[in-house]
């Protein structure tokens, strides 16, 4: 995933949020929820809530001009 990458490598095009999330089976499906931060359940997490995505896509694309 190029933006998931981004956000290791770059992470400046990305907005991120302290939130708490518990891991789910739904459908056989893997899946995410978010909980309050009262709930004792989950973890905290940063999680990316909003991106800029012609920074973003700029980023991508100039990492892959750049590999060997």
């Known amino acids: ?3 998931t990458l981004q956000a290791l490598v770059d992470p400046g095009a990305l907005r991120f949020e302290r939130l708490r ?3 789910t089976i739904e459908g056989g499906t893997l899946r995410t929820i978010e909980v309050p ?7 905290e997490m940063d ?11 700029a980023g991508i694309v100039d990492r892959l001009l750049r590999l060997p």
């Open 37 to 43: 931060p009262d709930a004792r359940l989950g973890a």
């Open 1 to 3: 995933d190029p933006l």
């Open 21 to 23: 999330i518990v891991p």
């Open 47 to 57: 999680v990316a809530t909003a991106v800029d995505a012609r920074a973003a896509a």
